[in-house]
């Protein structure tokens, strides 16, 4: 059996958030992963609230949070099942998104490539690309540009 058979599929992992970029993450992801019979995981933390108050309003925060988490990565699920017919391997762990995601990356050994999108704006790359961009990880990191077009996605991807 040849190496390249033995060897499961590359698994390209998106992390969902609120950003105008994350779309195009998700939209290259999946495309990359339909064209070279990949799978994708999506990751969105449930982060945690600034403040902690009383043991109940901090359960109720963490409950909101989850549900948050839960309710964007199911409508990104739906895009990269939509596009592609994969169903995504979803991924909520608590705590802060960049903590959240090293952890996610020492554990899963399977993905193979972090995908990120720039931001397209004057603020800059985004935090996602400053850290993971140029820290060094176990990983390749794909960095698409923020403000690509779905056309010039899917002739990247």
Not at 62 to 76: G, P, Q, S, T, V
Not at 119 to 137: C, L
């Amino acid at each position: 059996m040849s190496s390249a058979a033995s060897r499961s599929p590359r698994k390209f992992l998106v992390v969902i958030d609120k950003t105008p970029e994350c779309r195009v993450a998700l939209r290259f992801a999946t495309r990359r992963a339909q064209h070279t019979n990949g799978r994708v995981t999506l990751m969105c933390a449930a982060t945690p609230p600034d403040f902690q108050q009383w043991r109940g309003v901090e359960e109720i925060m963490r409950d909101e949070a989850h549900a948050e988490a839960e309710a964007m990565l199911h409508e990104a699920a739906k895009v990269v099942n939509d596009l592609s017919g994969i169903l995504p391997e979803l991924v909520i762990p608590y705590g802060l998104t960049t903590e959240c995601l090293a952890a996610l990356l020492k554990e899963d050994k399977d993905i193979s490539i972090l995908v990120l999108a720039s931001g397209a704006g004057k603020e800059g790359p985004g935090p996602m690309v400053s850290m993971f961009g140029t820290a060094v990880q176990a990983i390749p990191v794909t960095i698409v540009p923020g403000n690509f077009t779905d056309d010039q996605i899917d002739a990247l991807a």
